[in-house]
């Protein structure tokens, strides 16, 4: 396994949504196996010691806001120059704790549209926007095992716990990097998923195996494929 | 179907997207089966509502227009249905656009379509789910449906297929979550369905329409294309059917394409 983890030294990574638990974790990963990594959270989520550790490759965002995301990745980009990998990451660990005692409604579910579905799509529009060159670059987008998360392996087995909220938008989520990967897959990215379960931070252990199958390549082949930790 | 035959006669029915195609025929559908319906539609359905009415008679169906993409229109729109002493029992999410981000290939796609779309196939949706669950939950009944698609369905635009795909997971958590509840959730992915939208879509590709259709039939193991008609009884199917174990069902109604093709 370790040789198949040295591949990834000096690639560069984007992440957006640093500061939660799978936000810290893949950060873990990327300095053990030496990945220059980028980060993008949201303003709301600013994070200082963050800021402190990543200096001007730690950037926020006005959450759903185009010409927001468009300065940010440009200035991050001025840092790092091109990109190997790009990590879509939302709070959902946040989520769920807050719609334990959070009523549903209109409103919250116009947030997490925002925060979320949104984001992913305009970090990804601006990405592959900036770089239109054939060359292979590895997406990874982490999603909810509490929605639809596709027709391959699981399908259907949707955890019941959870809101509407979450449900609605990791269904929606998996159409729209579905559709997404069918568009850029072509121009030489790979586009792959990660499903989080219920007791998914008691099992890092298969969420880095899942990304770095994703971020090496060795699981490429598999396109707009999620991979779901149960 | 005998006109005697109305089982859903207590059941007020929303469905959106009435102004056309598959909404229309679910409209007729469940008017027949007894239901009061009301078709929300962007535009206005007062003719279409009349025709059904002359056609099947019972409860005449009301038009109520409005646009799903304007979260306050919705709320109004379920204010109405209140204030006229009803809440609604079915809920039918049928309406979608392609919109301005369907012409757009990724990453061209402009945000601002892409927004527009998403609250047309996807927010809607979820708006009209919270507003109409309490008195679903509150009576112990409720029925909810959702014209949906298979994610393999090609040339999508993400909107799109992030609002059908929405639709799929959405209809399997309410129906765990709102079981006891008696609330039951019905997604049909479909493909290949011979409306007007599609007969647009083909002229407007320049390409004869008769030929083209011939074409999209030949596709499918069945050597045919679904239709409206056919879409409506699937959905009232499901609605009358009172068994507790039938509920998150997403059928794939495609012809055999997705998989045998």
């Known amino acids: ?230 | 179907m005998e006109k005697e035959y109305r089982p859903l006669q207590e059941r007020v029915t929303l469905v959106t997207g009435a102004g056309g195609g598959i909404g229309q025929k679910i409209c007729q559908e469940f008017a027949q089966l007894g239901s009061h319906v009301y078709m929300c539609d962007i535009a206005n359905t007062q003719e279409i509502a009349d025709q059904i009415y002359a056609e099947v008679g019972g409860i005449r169906p009301t038009p109520i227009q409005c646009d799903l993409s304007k979260k306050e229109e919705i709320m109004n729109m379920m204010d109405q249905i209140h204030k006229e002493g009803h809440g609604v029992d079915i809920l039918i999410n049928n309406a979608a656009i392609k919109g301005p981000a369907g012409k757009q290939s990724f990453p061209e796609m402009e945000f601002e379509g892409f927004k527009l779309t998403i609250a047309i196939d996807l927010s809607a949706a979820v708006h009209l789910t919270l507003l109409a669950l309490p008195h679903m939950r509150e009576q112990k009944w409720g029925r909810i449906l959702f014209t949906a698609a298979p994610l393999s369905s090609s040339g999508i635009p993400a909107p799109y297929l992030a609002g059908k795909a929405g639709f799929v997971g959405l209809s399997k958590h309410l129906a765990s979550k709102y079981k006891e509840d008696h609330i039951k959730t019905f997604a049909l992915a479909l493909r290949h369905t011979e409306t007007p939208m599609i007969r647009r879509v083909i002229a407007s590709k320049g390409i004869d329409v008769d030929e083209g259709l011939r074409k999209m039939h030949a596709k499918s193991l069945t050597g045919r294309m679904t239709n409206p008609a056919e879409i409506a009884k699937l959905f009232a199917y499901f609605a009358v059917t009172e068994n507790p174990d039938i509920t998150g069902v997403s059928l794939l109604s495609d012809g055999g394409i997705t998989y045998l093709r």
């Open chain 1, 1 to 230: 396994m370790d040789a198949y983890f040295s591949d990834h030294k000096d690639k560069r990574c984007l992440m957006l949504g640093g500061n939660d638990f799978i936000g810290s974790k893949v950060i873990d990963f990327c300095t053990e196996t030496g990945i220059h990594m980028g980060i993008i959270d949201l303003e709301t989520h600013k994070s200082m010691p963050l800021e402190e550790m990543f200096g001007p490759t730690y950037q926020c965002i006005d959450s759903g806001n185009q010409a927001s995301m468009e300065n940010v990745v440009d200035q991050i980009i001025t840092e790092m120059g091109d990109i190997d990998y790009i990590v879509c990451n939302y709070y959902l660990d946040e989520l769920r704790e807050e719609m334990k005692n959070q009523e549903e409604s209109c409103l919250k579910w116009e947030e997490v549209l925002q925060d979320w579905g949104l984001n992913y799509f305009l970090l990804l529009k601006t990405i592959v926007a900036r770089f239109d060159d054939d060359k292979k670059r590895k997406i990874v987008f982490f999603n909810s095992a509490r929605g639809y998360t596709g027709e391959g392996e699981g399908e259907g087995q949707l955890i019941p716990e959870g809101s509407i909220v979450e449900a609605a938008c990791a269904s929606g989520v998996t159409g729209m990097m579905t559709s997404i990967a069918r568009s850029i897959i072509p121009k030489g990215y790979s586009v792959n998923g990660i499903a989080l379960g219920e007791e998914y931070k008691e099992k890092w252990g298969h969420i880095e195996w899942a990304m770095n199958l994703w971020l090496t390549g060795i699981g490429e082949y598999s396109c707009g494929e999620t991979y779901r930790v149960y």
